[in-house]
């Protein structure tokens, strides 16, 4: 079963409005969450790592104060497309892995933004 | 820098047995993983490799050769339900994973 819940799992918002997604760990606590971006028939991107209790590390080219990342608790991360114009519109997905880094890192099911 | 290269397309028939290769270049190896992405779907793991040789699980096989910076997925078997994107992600020195563009596997009947 699912490990890592993504919600909502897609979103229509106009130009200028803010949008929330959240990412839960279910069964383990993620003091390390990562935030990917993927673009239609791209690879994805790492856009940020969301570290509990402290700010999140942010890929270069990817701007902080756009998208906030808040880790408030060790199985819940946000991620918040702030002023969203369309060139935001992808598919945002988020991931975490239990234990040991080299553990593999399971994935929510994905946001689907389409800002208009 | 850092590179994975892979096909960017193949595509096979159900029943039959395809490999898809996978050679990378990174700042230090943590091991390498397979991962399967249908379209419109997040990733899914299937496999992760960190010494030399051949993990075997079900239908699918991984393959790593670290002196080569060589991986390969084995699919044996192949269903209408394999068509999808294969992702080579090899971990770095700083286990960050690297990620490619992945080989989309098409699958006819």
Redesign the interface.
């Known amino acids: 079963g699912a490990v890592v819940s ?1 919600h909502p799992s897609w979103v229509i918002c106009k130009s200028g409005t803010s949008v929330k997604i959240e990412c839960r760990s279910l069964d383990f606590q993620a003091t390390t969450m990562f935030w990917y971006r993927q673009f239609p ?6 856009m940020a790592t969301s570290n509990e209790g402290s700010k999140a590390t942010y890929e270069q080219g990817v701007e902080k104060d756009k998208f906030l990342i808040n880790h408030a608790s060790l199985t819940l991360s946000t991620l918040t497309v702030t002023s969203a114009h369309p060139e935001d519109s992808s ?1 945002y ?1 988020c ?1 975490a892995n239990k234990g040991q ?2 553990s ?7 946001t ?1 933004l389409t800002v208009t | 820098g850092q590179n994975i290269d892979q096909p960017t397309e193949m595509t096979a028939t159900e029943g039959a047995i395809v490999q898809i290769n996978c050679t990378y270049q990174t700042s230090g190896f ?2 390498l ?1 397979w991962y399967q992405q249908h379209a ?6 299937l496999s ?1 490799n ?1 010494l030399d040789g051949l993990e075997e699980k079900g239908r699918f096989s991984s393959f790593l050769s670290r002196s080569k910076g060589y991986s390969y997925l084995l699919l044996k078997e192949l269903q209408m339900k394999d068509s999808a994107s294969y ?1 080579c992600a090899p ?1 770095d020195s700083n ?3 690297i ?4 080989t989309k596997l098409i699958i006819k009947p």
Not at chain 1, 104 to 110: A, R, T
Request: charge should be neutral; charged fraction near 10%.
């Open positions: 993504q028939k791209q690879s994805l991107m790492l598919f997905i991931s880094e080299n593999p890192l399971h994935f929510g099911n994905g689907r | 943590n091991g993983f419109g779907e997040a990733p899914t793991f992760y960190v992702l971990l286990y960050q994973l990620w490619g563009a992945g």
